[in-house]
């Protein structure tokens, strides 16, 4: 071990990691505590899980609202396998995150042979953009640059170092290189103005054209450029749902998100609505894994499709538009917006039989004996926000109707995990939307099944003073899984889906947060009013049930 007068590899890792913009680093630590206290650098704060897939996902989430890469930490074998699941969810949510994980000594490091050691590198390098394990002290920083690099590269995504134990606590000699700023990089292609004036053509012979956007456009920066063009223009916006916020909820221009349930949800033909009349669709910031595929715009009148994305089209087997334009989403607006500058603004088609059925469901009165019904409870929910905070929800059934019915007024303001959608994400995600926004409400919707797979992080949110508000709804089983249960077979079978009842109450308690349980609208409005006044985690138990019509989920075939 160096002494207390010498920089180690751990120092240096964490200087690098703060000039990087990195405040905190989430995770477990194991036996490598011998080499690393995460005390050596101000200015960076470890944060304790319960759980290394809470690491993950609180990094993964931090770097989508901040824009910035965020670190994560597990110590070596099973903590690393633990983590994983975390460093998946920011590779298909395309967040920069930086895992690092412990690893055996560097002279005592056979996979599958030594004591908890396995090949992380080989494990990790189908989930990320980059990753190594440290060899010499000295190249630790030129490790955190090359994975900070990597990982801002479009689609973001996270990398991965791993870190020997002898060498993460062995002494750095010499000074590192500079430290030189990482930003977002994109692929442009040489001819996309070209392109960009095709696309206006288009978009000049279109009748009803839509931009359907995705998160790269936010990303991008392009928000306040979309929405300048689409007010001028009168172009409708439709998004995947944790694109939800690109315009605001209620502007006459949002047409919604989309998922592939939301014909079953509302018992409508929605898609058709929103897709039938539409010939022109400019699809910014596509990124297929947010899950809007082709095959549910493609119903109704012929389209010509405009992809921009700043990475060429990655599924032309199942995706092939007109124009697949390579390019930074922001720069691209501002040129579209330039080249129809004397293009009449459009006529949006009529959505109104669609507003009718949102409506008429998000105003339901009824107090049903079985259970609150999910709608119900997003539409508690939005009233408690009242336009201001984070609307979080956890993976399953329940997250399609927060997808259709949660307000968000700004970019982030409905967090999701649309691409590797894991049980659990909804705690930790609800936990990093408070510390990146501290003095705004934030709501989190979860299932008993996913909640209860991280629910140990409960505690977490006590120790750190995170005053978000959790609501689970409770039907004893995994509602979701039920449903396709019905869609194939037309039945369920309860061994594989049905729980036996847990109190989340005393679990909330237990763990030194406060729970109440209530059955109706009123019940739960009146708690949602008082969590959003408190400090500390409010578990409300809500009792929910779902009317399933298992043959109105055509959309969801692949």
Same mark, same amino acid.
């Given at each position: 071990? &160096?002494?207390?007068?010498?920089?180690?590899?751990?120092?240096?890792?964490?200087?690098?990691?703060?000039?990087?913009?990195?405040?905190?680093?989430?995770?477990?630590?194991?036996?490598?505590?011998?080499?690393?206290?995460?005390?050596?650098?101000?200015?960076?704060?470890?944060?304790?899980?319960?759980?290394?897939?809470?690491?993950?996902?609180?990094?993964?989430?931090?770097?989508?609202?901040?824009?910035?890469?965020?670190?994560?930490?597990?110590?070596? =074998?099973?903590?690393?396998?633990?983590?994983?699941?975390?460093?998946?969810?920011?590779?298909?949510?395309?967040?920069?995150?930086?895992?690092?994980?412990?690893?055996?000594?560097?002279?005592?490091?056979?996979?599958?042979?030594?004591?908890?050691?396995?090949?992380?590198?080989?494990?990790?390098?189908?989930?990320?953009?980059?990753?190594?394990?440290?060899?010499?002290? =000295?190249?630790?920083?030129?490790?955190?640059?090359?994975?900070?690099?990597?990982?801002?590269?479009?689609?973001?995504?996270?990398?991965?170092?791993?870190?020997?134990?002898?060498?993460?606590?062995?002494?750095?000699?010499?000074?590192?290189?500079?430290?030189?700023?990482? @930003?977002?990089?994109? !692929?442009?292609?040489?001819?996309?103005?070209?392109?960009?004036?095709?696309?206006?053509?288009?978009?000049?012979?279109?009748?009803?054209?839509?931009?359907?956007?995705?998160?790269?456009?936010?990303?991008?920066?392009?928000?306040?450029?979309?929405?300048?063009?689409?007010?001028?223009?009168?172009?409708?916006?439709?998004?995947?749902?944790?694109?939800?916020?690109?315009?605001?909820?209620?502007?006459?221009?949002?047409?919604?998100?989309?998922?592939?349930?939301?014909?079953?949800?509302?018992?409508?033909?929605?898609?058709?609505?929103?897709?039938?009349?539409?010939?022109?669709?400019?699809?910014?910031?596509?990124?297929?894994?947010?899950?809007?595929?082709?095959?549910?715009?493609?119903?109704?009148?012929?389209?010509?499709?405009?992809?921009?994305?700043?990475?060429?089209?990655?599924?032309?087997?199942?995706?092939?538009?007109?124009?697949?334009?390579?390019?930074?989403?922001?720069?691209?607006?501002?040129?579209?917006?330039?080249?129809?500058?004397?293009?009449?603004?459009?006529?949006?088609?009529?959505?109104?039989?669609?507003?009718?059925?949102?409506?008429?469901?998000?105003?339901?009165?009824?107090?049903?004996?079985?259970?609150?019904?999910?709608?119900?409870?997003?539409?508690?929910?939005?009233?408690?926000?009242? !336009?201001?905070?984070?609307?979080?929800?956890?993976? @399953?059934?329940?997250?399609?109707?927060?997808?259709?019915?949660?307000?968000?007024?700004?970019?982030?303001?409905?967090?999701?995990?649309? !691409?590797?959608?894991?049980?659990?994400?909804?705690?930790?995600? &609800?936990? &990093?939307?408070?510390?990146?926004?501290?003095?705004?409400?934030?709501?989190?919707?979860?299932?008993?099944?996913?909640?209860?797979?991280?629910? &140990?992080?409960?505690?977490?949110?006590?120790?750190? =003073?995170?005053?978000?508000?959790?609501?689970?709804?409770?039907?004893?089983?995994?509602?979701?899984?039920?449903?396709?249960?019905?869609?194939?077979?037309?039945?369920?079978?309860?061994?594989?889906?049905?729980?036996?009842?847990?109190?989340?109450?005393?679990?909330?308690?237990?763990?030194?947060?406060?729970?109440?349980?209530?059955?109706?609208?009123?019940?739960?409005?009146?708690?949602?009013?008082? =969590?959003?006044?408190?400090?500390?985690?409010?578990?409300?138990?809500?009792?929910?049930?779902?009317?399933?019509?298992?043959?109105?989920? !055509?959309?969801?075939?692949?």
């Amino acid at each position: 071990m &160096a002494s207390d007068l010498t920089r180690t590899a751990a120092s240096v890792l964490l200087e690098r990691l703060h000039g990087h913009g990195v405040r905190h680093v989430f995770g477990v630590v194991g036996r490598e505590a011998s080499a690393i206290l995460f005390d050596e650098v101000d200015g960076i704060e470890f944060v304790l899980t319960r759980h290394e897939f809470t690491a993950g996902v609180m990094a993964d989430v931090l770097a989508r609202l901040t824009g910035r890469p965020q670190a994560c930490f597990a110590t070596l =074998g099973p903590g690393m396998t633990n983590l994983s699941t975390g460093v998946a969810t920011s590779a298909l949510d395309r967040s920069p995150v930086i895992a690092l994980c412990a690893q055996s000594e560097s002279y005592d490091c056979f996979p599958n042979e030594t004591h908890q050691c396995l090949d992380s590198v080989a494990l990790m390098r189908p989930l990320t953009k980059f990753a190594a394990q440290l060899e010499r002290p =000295g190249d630790i920083a030129d490790l955190v640059d090359r994975a900070v690099t990597a990982g801002l590269v479009e689609p973001a995504g996270p990398s991965f170092i791993s870190l020997p134990v002898d060498l993460l606590g062995a002494a750095v000699e010499r000074e590192p290189a500079p430290l030189l700023p990482a @930003g977002r990089v994109m !692929g442009v292609h040489p001819g996309w103005r070209e392109q960009a004036a095709a696309a206006a053509e288009l978009l000049a012979r279109a009748e009803h054209p839509v931009l359907v956007v995705g998160t790269a456009a936010i990303r991008a920066g392009a928000v306040e450029g979309i929405r300048d063009l689409v007010e001028r223009l009168r172009i409708p916006v439709i998004t995947t749902y944790t694109a939800k916020g690109v315009l605001p909820s209620r502007h006459p221009l949002n047409y919604g998100a989309v998922t592939g349930y939301m014909d079953g949800i509302l018992q409508h033909r929605a898609l058709d609505d929103l897709f039938a009349p539409v010939d022109l669709i400019v699809a910014l910031g596509y990124d297929y894994a947010e899950d809007l595929r082709p095959s549910m715009w493609s119903r109704g009148a012929d389209k010509r499709v405009v992809r921009v994305a700043a990475v060429p089209n990655p599924v032309p087997r199942v995706f092939s538009p007109d124009l697949d334009v390579v390019a930074d989403v922001a720069a691209f607006v501002k040129e579209f917006d330039a080249l129809t500058r004397e293009q009449r603004p459009s006529l949006p088609h009529d959505i109104s039989a669609l507003r009718q059925v949102v409506r008429r469901l998000l105003d339901d009165p009824t107090d049903h004996p079985d259970g609150m019904r999910a709608h119900q409870v997003v539409d508690c929910m939005n009233s408690a926000l009242n !336009g201001v905070g984070t609307f979080v929800s956890d993976i @399953g059934f329940f997250r399609h109707y927060g997808a259709l019915f949660a307000d968000s007024e700004r970019p982030y303001g409905f967090l999701t995990s649309a !691409g590797c959608s894991s049980f659990g994400y909804g705690l930790p995600a &609800a936990m &990093a939307a408070k510390i990146a926004r501290p003095d705004e409400p934030v709501l989190l919707i979860a299932g008993d099944g996913g909640f209860h797979s991280s629910s &140990a992080d409960l505690e977490t949110a006590v120790r750190l =003073g995170l005053g978000i508000v959790i609501v689970v709804v409770n039907n004893n089983r995994n509602g979701l899984i039920e449903l396709y249960q019905h869609i194939g077979h037309r039945r369920g079978h309860k061994p594989a889906v049905a729980f036996e009842s847990v109190d989340f109450v005393q679990l909330a308690q237990a763990n030194g947060a406060a729970g109440v349980r209530v059955q109706d609208r009123a019940g739960l409005q009146a708690e949602l009013r008082k =969590g959003v006044e408190l400090d500390r985690p409010y578990l409300i138990e809500v009792p929910i049930s779902y009317d399933l019509h298992a043959g109105s989920f !055509g959309a969801l075939n692949v």
